[in-house]
């Protein structure tokens, strides 16, 4: 099946820095989606981006579809920026609602 | 409009027992996938039902199974619970029966087998 890698696995960061993550997958995909997991557990929808480059707030992200790889983009990082980041792919074909997740990135910002 | 909805949020079992998770999806969405996260294996896609037919399952045991109904609620059941089946079970739905559409997650079903 397909494989999701991200990078780094941990980020220690200061208030008010930027950071790039990054996630690779080894097949062509129909959907990418980035998630960052709350404390309680909860996936926060990020972004839907299968190809191209979406901006919201101090958050983007870029998918190079032909390449193989997305990048989530934080500016200016706050402490509630805190916590595990997620990429997620679905390959297609009958993979119907199977999104396959990376092991996440721990990210976490000191004040 | 209202999101996924899970329910229980949190549970304790013990070993042998089963348990029945239930997920609302979003009001019009009719594909509904469970996911289950465990610290040491990750995010892990456990079965996906669009209109009342299972169309996908992950690589788990026959003890987990699910259904879903015609107003697009779905369950999911673990029987003979093992220590093993601790974790965070989690729903997400979607809008469209085919492969493309965003997928929205619930605050999921946190369980811990004793």
């Known amino acids: 099946g397909i494989q999701v890698e991200q990078s780094p696995p941990d980020l220690i960061l200061q208030e008010g820095a930027n950071s790039t993550l990054r996630c690779n997958f080894s097949d062509s995909v129909n959907n990418l989606q980035w998630f960052h997991q709350n404390p309680w557990g909860q996936l926060i929808n990020l972004f839907y981006i299968p190809s191209g480059t979406k901006q919201n707030g101090r958050l983007s992200a870029t998918t190079v579809a032909t390449e193989r790889y997305s990048l989530l983009y934080i500016s200016s990082s706050q402490t509630t920026d805190s916590g595990v980041y997620f990429c997620?792919?679905?390959?297609?074909?009958?993979?119907?609602?199977?999104?396959?997740f990376g092991q996440g990135t721990i990210l976490t910002v000191h004040p | 409009k209202a999101g996924v909805t899970q329910t229980p949020r949190y549970l304790i079992k013990t070993r042998g027992q089963q348990v029945t998770l239930s997920c609302s999806p979003i009001?019009?969405?009719?594909?509904v996938s469970w996911y289950q996260q465990t610290p040491g294996q990750g995010l892990q896609f456990l079965f996906e039902?669009?209109?009342?037919?299972?169309?996908n399952k992950g690589n788990f045991p026959g003890r987990f199974s699910g259904r879903q109904f015609s107003n697009s609620r779905s369950e999911m059941n673990v029987s003979t619970l093992e220590l093993g089946d601790s974790a965070l079970y989690l729903c997400?739905?979607?809008?469209?029966?085919?492969?493309?559409?965003?997928?929205?997650f619930g605050e999921g079903s946190r369980l811990t087998v004793l």
């Open positions: 997620a792919v679905d390959a297609g074909g009958t993979s119907y609602g199977k999104l396959t």
């Open positions: 039902y669009f209109s009342e037919t299972q169309r």
């Open positions: 997400a739905s979607r809008t469209s029966g085919g492969n493309t559409g965003e997928l929205f």
């Open positions: 009001s019009g969405h009719r594909s």
